[in-house]
Nanobody, 127 residues
Framework: QVQLVESGGGLVQAGGSLRLSCAASGRTFSVYITGWFRQAPGKDREFVGRISWSGGSTALADSMKGRFTISREAAKNTVYLQMNSLKPEDTAVYYC????????????????????WGQGTQVTVSS
């Protein structure tokens, strides 16, 4: 089993920045890839980006490129989501997820390809 704990959410003004963390514990050696998702009230879950556990491969949703970056700190088994130039429409609960085996790319984007999920952290961007 892998446990994921997100942190770093909060209230920020439009144009501000936040860095979310996702700390993994348990059988972290089995993790293959981690992803970030968000869900706003009344909306479907949305893919934000993903990073391989080795840190060598990252991908971001097109709407996030240029504002968000994903990174990993191996020594801490932690994945980060740096969010800059935040907008009110970025308001959502942000979740990290992990998977231990390769799955189809589509499953990494729609979220069905992850076995482990964190509890989420709330990000609120005020205008």
């Amino acid at each position: 089993q892998v446990q994921l704990v997100e942190s770093g959410g909060g209230l920020v003004q439009a144009g501000g920045s936040l860095r979310l963390s996702c700390a993994a514990s348990g059988r972290t050696f089995s993790v293959y890839i981690t992803g970030w998702f968000r869900q706003a009230p009344g909306k479907d879950r949305e893919f934000v980006g993903r990073i391989s556990w080795s840190g060598g491969s990252t991908a971001l949703a097109d709407s996030m490129k240029g504002r968000f970056t994903i990174s990993r700190e191996a020594a801490k088994n932690t994945v980060y989501l740096q969010m800059n130039s935040l907008k009110p429409e970025d308001t959502a609960v942000y979740y990290c997820a992990a998977q231990a085996v390769p799955v189809p790319l589509s499953a990494l984007v729609d979220g069905t390809g992850y076995s482990y999920w964190g509890q989420g952290t709330q990000v609120t961007v005020s205008s």
